[in-house]
């Protein structure tokens, strides 16, 4: 709702997501080989972040009407992209709330 609605416009900001991406990934590597609570639930919060951010994104690809849109003919990479955003999302939140017993 957020997406379709705010005045906002999400679309330009590729590089700033591509720098949190490499930051989620650097994080990523940085919990294999250091076993922490703390630093897999940091993961996992910051995870949830990028890729919310990724999905309102996503949406005003989709939607339209912004600086940057996709054409017409592109609706299976919308479909993809959508897919990719909620299952990465949903995944982040598993691994977080997974680990208590």
Do not use: P, W
Request: negative net charge; proline residues 0%.
């Amino acid at each position: 709702m957020y997406a379709c609605n705010t005045e906002s416009d999400f679309t330009t900001s590729t590089g700033i997501l591509i720098v949190l991406a490499v930051c989620l990934m650097t994080l990523g590597l940085v919990t294999i080989f250091v076993h922490s609570n703390f630093l897999d639930n940091l993961y996992c919060c910051l995870g949830v972040f990028v890729f919310g951010i990724y999905l309102i994104v996503d949406t005003q690809l989709i939607m339209g009407g912004k600086q940057v849109e996709l054409a017409i003919d592109e609706y299976i990479l919308a479909a993809m992209m959508l897919y990719i955003d909620i299952i990465q999302i949903f995944l982040y939140i598993l691994r977080l709330l997974g680990d208590r017993r």
